[in-house]
């Protein structure tokens, strides 16, 4: 009988592992969850300021809502984006220029990508001194800049006054038909 007893104590009942599996268990998870909380702090404050994500990082925008003719303005890296739906008979206007004969010599196909001959995305800027064009100006349908007579055609190309190299394009690309990711 001594033997029994023995081994009764040998083995735990199995109520008893039943709750000390629970309080290992509950012991992990807590210390998991405490480790997570305070792990989470020093890993967000890697992370860069939002004013620094807004001033440099990418720009989506959704093109379905803009109207043939239509120029929108955005900002990116703080400055104008201006982003121009053409409507056929702009395109036309722009391809039949003869480029060579221009200030700043670049076809409407180095403007514009392929397959996406509708949308021209330009930076905003005056290359003379720096001012913002005004859009669907001028004697070329395209920006004309009022502080000292830069004319613009519908691809952005010098066509007259002072500005010596056509509007700038910024790197962008055509996340989808009606997306662009300017940056």
């Not at 007893?5 to 709750?19: I, K």
């Not at 519908?154 to 940056?183: C, H, M, T, W």
Request: glycine residues 8%; aromatic residues 10%; contains cysteine.
């Amino acid at each position: 009988m001594l033997y029994r007893q023995e081994a009764l104590r040998a083995d735990p009942p199995s109520g008893d592992a039943t709750r000390r599996d629970f309080l290992y268990l509950a012991t992990a998870t807590v210390a998991v969850i405490g480790a997570g909380a305070a792990l989470w702090p020093l890993i967000d404050q890697m992370n860069p300021d939002a004013s620094t994500i807004a001033a440099g990082a990418p720009v989506e925008v959704d093109l379905a809502p803009i109207a043939p003719g239509q120029i929108i303005r955005i900002f990116w890296r703080s400055k104008p984006i201006f982003i121009f739906r053409r409507t056929p008979k702009d395109i036309q206007a722009a391809v039949d220029v003869d480029w060579r004969n221009l200030r700043d010599p670049a076809p409407d196909s180095a403007r514009v990508k392929p397959d996406h001959q509708q949308w021209l995305v330009v930076i905003g800027i005056c290359t003379h001194l720096g001012c913002i064009p005004l859009p669907h100006q001028g004697n070329y349908d395209g920006w004309y800049c009022p502080c000292h007579g830069s004319q613009y055609d519908s691809a952005g190309r010098v066509r007259a006054g002072p500005a010596p190299y056509n509007l700038e394009l910024p790197p962008y690309q055509f996340i989808s038909d009606s997306k662009v990711q300017i940056g």
